[in-house]
């Protein structure tokens, strides 16, 4: 079977990176409508609420550091998650200067209700794949990501 091109100019359809790129626009653009409701939440927010879950509580600093984003851009996102009621946030007990976050009760859910989703959205993503492929592709993507960070 011939594999369908992904790109009509042939040296970006040749590119892996430039076919990995295509591939996560799509998933992105996914995860994006099947986390829009009931939450309104953006993939970024998911993974924030997946950092505070896993490491909470933890300062704002930890937490963009954990989600590999800027300072400013995580100052938005809690402001956006604490606005919502999902993220809690208090004064650090030995540094007053410092805040930390943590999972509310709704916020917990909303994770939840993101972990779900994104799980699901992975398994119908990676369906066209052999389990044995499905490994192989998460070994060589970290590989590759490990060996340029």
């Known amino acids: 079977m011939k594999e369908q091109k992904i790109s ?6 040749q590119s892996p990176m430039y076919v990995c790129s295509v591939m996560q626009r799509m998933y992105r653009n996914r995860a994006s409508v099947e986390l829009s409701e009931p939450y309104q939440m953006t993939l970024e927010m998911a993974s924030a609420l997946a950092a505070l879950e896993e490491f909470q ?21 809690v402001d ?40 699901n959205l992975q398994q119908d993503f ?18 590759l990501t490990q060996a340029n960070l």
Request: hydrophobic content about 40%; aromatic content about 6%.
């Open 126 to 143: 990676f369906a066209c794949l052999s389990e044995g492929e499905s490994h192989e592709f998460s070994r060589l993507v970290r590989k």
């Open 57 to 77: 509580p933890m300062s704002q600093q930890e937490l963009a550091d954990a989600v590999m984003t800027e300072r400013s851009v995580a100052k938005r996102m």
């Open 8 to 13: 009509p100019i042939s040296v970006l359809d």
């Open 80 to 119: 956006n998650l604490e606005k919502r009621g999902f993220v809690a946030v208090s004064k650090c007990e030995t540094n007053h200067r410092l805040k930390m976050l943590s999972l509310t009760p709704d916020g917990m859910a909303a994770f939840q209700f993101a972990h779900q989703t994104m799980d």
